[in-house]
């Protein structure tokens, strides 16, 4: 799926924006680092910059945030459709006891 995140200003708001969707169902992103993509995983953990992942790394990832982090537009292509990215309740995404690190 493909989702794109344009909303209006040069502060980095279809960057939160994207970043909000995510959090909304889950999706852990990656580390901000300037003219590379943000890895993006359904699950709980902490993902390095994108330079910082191995090529065996980012092929486990359930996919990516591109664009211009700053201005817009910004935008999410993950595996599947978008019905498969589901809002989760508050709580329950945050709820594991183990964090895993790509």
């Known amino acids: 799926m493909k989702k794109v995140f ?16 995510c959090e909304e169902r889950g999706i852990s992103v990656g580390q901000i680092e300037r003219g590379q993509p943000r ?23 359930t996919g990516k945030m591109t664009g211009d982090m700053r201005h817009g537009p910004v935008t999410i292509e993950l595996k599947g459709d978008e019905e498969d990215y589901e809002i989760v309740q508050e709580g329950e995404w945050h709820a594991a006891e183990h964090v895993d690190q790509f």
């Open 39 to 61: 890895g993006l995983f359904d699950e709980p953990c902490w993902i390095a910059k994108w330079s910082n992942l191995s090529g065996v790394e980012r092929r486990q990832l």
């Open 6 to 21: 344009d909303a209006p200003g040069c502060n980095f708001e279809a960057c939160r924006e994207a970043e909000e969707w």
